[in-house]
């Protein structure tokens, strides 16, 4: 079963909603005890990074997720905030993040070199592969993804950068270090591309 974080932030009906769709199993984590019995884990994630941390430290769930993660080394997949919690640290707080992937969260400019862009990122957006994952397996070549977002993940190791997108700048929308996925990106808006990830994230370790 997976179990999808539920510390007052973000999404969680529209995930499993879609993870439903893919006929996985899943139930919304509010307890020790949810997390210790989850083969999965997923972290959502909306809005301001230093909501998403003083929530998530309020909901006393970080030290037997990361128990989980680091020890019995489940998959888990952080959606948006979710992913960039995950960081070292973010431009948009003061709040340090969960260090779990190395690097850190840094706002688009609106202008790069001779290109201009809105901020935030929002839309639907192509996505390149930069190694290979099961996460990513029979991924179409045009799939695309929808994004809302103004910060984006710069790794500190380019090897745990699993997807890029560009926007200005090339920025890592999916990243992976072993068991630990994020992506910067929304699955659960982005149709049949999304369930065909959050289809291959319920098939992991099974
Ligand atoms: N949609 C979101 O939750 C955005 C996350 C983060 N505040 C950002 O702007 O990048």
């Known amino acids: 079963m ?8 973000g999404n969680l009906g529209s995930i499993a ?4 769709k893919v006929g996985a199993k899943c139930y919304f984590a509010r307890s020790i005890i949810d997390i210790k019995k989850a083969e999965k884990i997923i972290l959502p994630g909306v809005g301001h990074f230093s909501s998403g941390m003083k929530a998530l430290q309020q909901s006393k769930l970080i030290p037997v997720i990361e128990d989980r993660i680091f020890n019995d080394n ?3 997949l952080g959606i948006c905030l979710g992913m960039q919690l995950m ?3 973010s431009e948009e707080s003061n709040e340090k993040g969960l260090g779990w992937i190395p690097g850190k969260v840094k706002r688009f400019s609106n202008l790069y070199e001779d290109i201009s862009i809105r901020v935030p990122h929002m839309g639907w957006n192509r996505v390149e592969a ?3 994952s099961p996460l990513i397996n029979d991924f179409e070549e045009k799939s695309k993804f929808y994004f809302v977002h103004s910060y984006y993940y710069e790794c500190k190791n380019q090897k745990d950068v699993l997807l890029t997108t560009q926007y200005g700048v090339e920025f890592a929308s999916a990243i992976q270090k072993g068991n630990i996925m994020g992506a910067q990106f929304h699955p659960e808006k982005s ?11 319920s098939g992991l370790g099974n």
Do not use: E
């Open 130 to 132: 930069q190694k290979d």
């Open 74 to 76: 489940i998959p888990i």
């Open 17 to 20: 909603n879609m993870l439903k």
């Open 191 to 201: 149709h049949k591309y999304g369930m065909k990830l959050m289809k291959n994230f």
């Open 87 to 89: 960081s070292d640290s």
């Open 2 to 9: 997976i179990a999808i974080v539920d510390y007052g932030i």
